[in-house]
Nanobody, 125 residues
Framework: QIQLAESGGGLVHPGGSLTLTCAAASATLKFYTIGWFRQAPGKEREAVASIRSSDGATYYSESVKGRFTVSRDDAKNLVILQLTRLAPEDAAVYHC??????????????????WGQGTEVTVSS
């Protein structure tokens, strides 16, 4: 197993932006499919965005499509999630997770076998 760590969460006003990062020590993230999931109080954990290692294909949930962007910064060994036009319903703890190189079902929680501790995003006026 690898150890993943998220950072970048915080308090933002509606309409604002945040950049979350997923990092790993002693592992090269470019060789793994990385997914972002979030869980808000009283709600099930949901897939938000993922990026496949084998071909760079991405997945976005319908609720975030066009507002969030997942990408890699291989020079810094990071996977980045850019959140824009944030709304109160985006408030949650955001986790990154690892899946195999060729994972097909990028949205499926069951594909991911290693999870970070999470970083909290709060959206409030």
């Amino acid at each position: 197993q690898i150890q993943l760590a998220e950072s970048g969460g915080g308090l933002v006003h509606p309409g604002g932006s945040l950049t979350l990062t997923c990092a790993a020590a002693s592992a090269t993230l470019k060789f793994y499919t990385i997914g972002w999931f979030r869980q808000a109080p009283g709600k099930e954990r949901e897939a938000v965005a993922s990026i496949r290692s084998s071909d760079g294909a991405t997945y976005y949930s319908e609720s975030v499509k066009g507002r969030f962007t997942v990408s890699r910064d291989d020079a810094k060994n990071l996977v980045i999630l850019q959140l824009t036009r944030l709304a109160p319903e985006d408030a949650a703890v955001y986790h990154c997770a690892r899946a195999p190189w060729r994972t097909q079902r990028l949205w499926a929680e069951s594909e991911y076998d290693s999870w970070g501790q999470g970083t909290e995003v709060t959206v409030s006026s």
